[in-house]
């Protein structure tokens, strides 16, 4: 079969659990359609000895022998708790992609300090005078991925990060181009600032599962940012569904966006399998 016709296998990757989906692509009328064909999780723990991503390596390599056989191509999406980031300002003096990979990486020592030396960087593509969205990911954690992936006999086609992936899908959802955007997962946020659909601050921290947590950090972080917030910067469009029930946060006008899905294909309540379709 031709590997455009190849079923897609979607894997995330984050430190309790390991999610993976199986999506076949039959040719059409109107072009592709996808279809799930099979889906799993497993939890996975930590050794507090080895690199945080191990359990979750050890756990995809249960879940792979099972699709050996369709020869999928593979996508991995990476938990923000694997994943660094920073925004990059933009600069006059950038002139070249090589120019503008040593600044992002002088960014993240700024940010992180010498360990980011070895770090793999990754920059989403930003307009003119905008500051650009970077990640950063363990290049050991990169590289014992596709060796494990090979090693089953599948190919690694992507590896992303949760937060472009899931953001990827929401910007059709955000309807206003000044907000702010919550992305959460298990004991994990990332909260943006939007302005005129441009990266202006983001934050990434470690978060326990309560609202009023939740609330007590967006409110610190708008309040960072300036504390004479008008009521119309005051919305924030939130993916949060290990938070429960939808509350409120004085002062703020918020919107709970739909599983970050593609739009054909079906909904889904497992949050590692939603991350795994992320991408």
Known sequence: MSRWLADELHISLSPGQVGVVQVRRNPGLKGVNRQVVSRQ?????SDPQAPVWDGAMLA???LLPRYVNDHPNVIVVLSNH???????PWSDLISNEEQQLAYARHCFQMTYGVMAATWKLRLSRSTVGASQLASAVDEQLLVACNEMINRHGLRL???QPYLMSAFNRFKPKVQRTDAWFALVETGC???????HGRWIRLKTAR???GWEEFSRFVVREAFMEGSDLQAEERVLYMYAPHLGRLQTISGWKIFELPPPLPSNLPGEEDNSLVMALSG
Do not use: E, K, P, W
Request: charged fraction near 15%; hydrophobic fraction near 50%.
């Open 189 to 195: 946020i990332c909260l943006a600032r939007l302005q």
């Open 207 to 209: 978060l326990g599962s």
């Open 82 to 88: 694997f994943v660094r980031y920073v925004l990059v």
């Open 157 to 159: 086609t992507s590896v």
């Open 60 to 62: 995809m390599d249960t």
């Open 41 to 45: 999780s497993l939890a996975c723990d």
